[in-house]
């Protein structure tokens, strides 16, 4: 009996360890959110006045104040970026990619949150876009 619970012991430090520790491949993560299909969660704005590299900047800044954040790939100046954003207990990594694109003399800023492991990320993908746009001051 003891055995058997040092092994589900051990399996389970494993598992939050290949979590935690669990390299992050830019190529499969730092795509064009208007392109990507499958799950996850969406927000395209359309903002006026505002350029593409400056919005992005603007977004990077909020982006990086969010606890347990961190750029992936990508600049302002590439016109796209991911971040990772781990979850506070087990450190779950969700991915957030954004890109702009210039209509006419309007920005469109596109948003893609996934989350990397399980099905179901209990709205906190969508909750994050949410408060990221809000503090960029999106309509």
Do not use: C
């Not at 390299?23 to 499969?28: E, F, I, T, W």
């Not at 970026?81 to 469109?108: H, K, N, Q």
């Not at 990320?121 to 949410?130: H, I, S, Y």
């Amino acid at each position: 009996m003891k055995i058997a619970l040092l092994l589900l012991a051990l399996i389970v430090l494993g598992g939050m360890a290949y979590v935690r520790l669990a390299p992050s491949d830019p190529a499969r993560w730092h795509v064009d959110p208007g392109q990507v299909t499958g799950g996850g969660e969406r927000r395209s704005v359309t903002l006026d006045g505002t350029p593409p590299r400056e919005t992005l900047a603007r977004l990077d800044a909020i982006a990086l104040a969010t606890p347990r954040t961190t750029r992936l790939a990508g600049s302002p100046e590439e016109g796209r970026i991911t971040w990772v954003t781990r979850s506070a207990l087990f450190g779950f990594p969700d991915y957030t990619t954004a890109a702009t694109r210039t209509e006419g003399t309007a920005t469109v800023l596109t948003l893609h949150a996934r989350q990397r492991f399980g099905r179901n990320d209990l709205g906190v993908n969508g909750a994050r876009l949410d408060a990221w746009l809000g503090l960029l001051g999106a309509p």
